[in-house]
């Protein structure tokens, strides 16, 4: 970019004088590196603040993106967390079903093998026992309905 200056003033209609005298060749490449100087200077001063924002910039990102990172970390451990929990609660309630199931094969088993008029032939005719009369059954009136304390003995 070339920079051109006035260096006349117009008196009259067409007479020139020359307002100051012109600089020579030197000056003015000295005036030209000066200012290339200054420029570059301003150049590197906003460069220098620029890479300031940058780093300041980028230490933000960082951060963010850590944060981020930390975020899903968390989320995919309590993922893993309570996929193993759900596992472990499917594992006891099928458990579960498998004692009830082995407790309800015992009973019928144990049903089975039970009989009852076998246990009264038994009772009355080994053991001598019979059925209890009319004046052997005492009936008690409870105050309370959840329990009942004896503190003497039955007749």
Not at 48 to 56: D, G, N, Q, S, Y
Not at 85 to 111: F, G, Y
């Amino acid at each position: 970019m070339a920079e051109y200056r006035t260096y006349y003033v117009q008196d009259g209609n067409t007479v020139r004088k020359v307002a100051e005298p012109l600089p020579d060749r030197q000056t003015r490449e000295r005036e030209r590196r000066q200012e290339e100087l200054r420029q570059r200077r301003i150049r590197e001063r906003r460069h220098a603040a620029a890479m300031r924002r940058h780093r300041l910039y980028t230490a933000y990102l960082v951060c963010a993106i850590m944060a981020v990172c930390g975020l899903f970390v968390g989320y995919v451990h309590l993922q893993t967390d309570i996929t193993t929990r759900m596992n472990h609660v499917a594992a006891l309630e099928s458990e579960i079903a498998d004692l009830k199931a082995e407790n309800s094969a015992t009973q019928s088993r144990i049903d089975t093998n039970t009989n009852l008029n076998a246990v009264k032939a038994a009772a009355t005719a080994e053991l001598g026992m019979n059925y209890a009369n009319q004046d052997q059954i005492v009936y008690y009136d409870m105050e309370r309905t959840d329990y009942m304390s004896q503190y003497y003995n039955i007749p």
